[in-house]
């Protein structure tokens, strides 16, 4: 069955450390890719997507994501994160451009000062 | 000015009722989205469209039901038949071109 995996329901960082974020997903081709944001009792805003080309791919805020064909992995990266980026992050997997769309659990991020 | 409208932000209803969900787009996008969010279950889906007068089940449909009479418009019903209605739930719409998903600020149900 199709599947998106956030393995790490919480992670805490230190403001001005690096944050890594794992999804890993379970399709039989590249599916289209896409990275949220939700602050407490808001909508989602995408940080950023893919869906072909360059495997590495930059986005709103700072943030970037590496697409991996082999490990089936869209790891979302921020070099330096800030105590705003405090919040839920949720991959996003849909085998087509306007079709059936699959989040992940999510993650929530604790930045400390 | 675009954007996806959910009403209403909050809303009570007394266990046994049916409740029904408003989300109205004005983008133009061709494809909604109902899902339901619970903690630490991140975002199920529950029904979708892509055209009017036609919708798919997604991952927890029953209890639910939708309708797509017109673009614009993806009403979602919470039956009775829900055991645990109570949770943030959220429209989407998304177009073929630009094929991200954007959100409406939800509607949060209670069912006391």
């Known amino acids: 069955a199709q599947s998106v995996t956030q393995p790490d329901i919480h992670i805490t960082v230190s403001e001005g450390a690096s944050l890594e974020l794992r999804c890993n997903y379970s399709?039989?081709?590249?599916?289209?890719l896409f990275w949220y944001v939700q602050s407490p009792g808001q909508g989602l805003q995408l940080l950023l997507k893919?869906?072909?080309?360059?495997?590495l791919v930059q986005g709103i805020k700072g943030f970037e994501a590496e697409f991996k064909r082999s490990q089936s992995s869209f790891n979302l990266r921020k070099p330096s994160v800030h105590w705003s980026d405090a919040a839920e992050y949720f991959c996003?997997?849909?085998?087509?451009?306007?079709?059936?769309?699959?989040f992940g659990a999510g993650t929530q991020v604790v930045v400390t000062p | 000015d675009g954007g996806i409208t959910q009403s209403p932000k909050y809303l009570f209803r007394k266990e046994g009722q049916n409740v029904t969900l408003s989300c109205e787009q004005n983008l133009n996008h061709d494809a909604m989205y109902w899902y339901r969010q619970d903690p630490g279950q991140g975002l199920r889906l529950i029904y979708y469209s892509q055209i009017v007068n036609d919708f798919q089940k997604g991952d927890i449909a029953e209890g639910y039901s939708v309708s797509r009479e017109k673009k614009e418009s993806f009403p979602l019903t919470v039956t009775s038949a829900q055991k645990n209605p109570t949770a943030f739930y959220l429209c989407?719409?998304?177009?073929?071109?630009?094929?991200?998903?954007?959100f409406g600020q939800g509607t949060r149900l209670t069912v006391v």
């Open positions: 989407a719409t998304r177009d073929r071109l630009n094929t991200e998903a954007f």
């Open positions: 399709y039989g081709a590249t599916p289209y």
């Open positions: 996003a997997v849909g085998l087509d451009s306007w079709g059936k769309l699959q």
């Open positions: 893919y869906f072909s080309g360059d495997t």
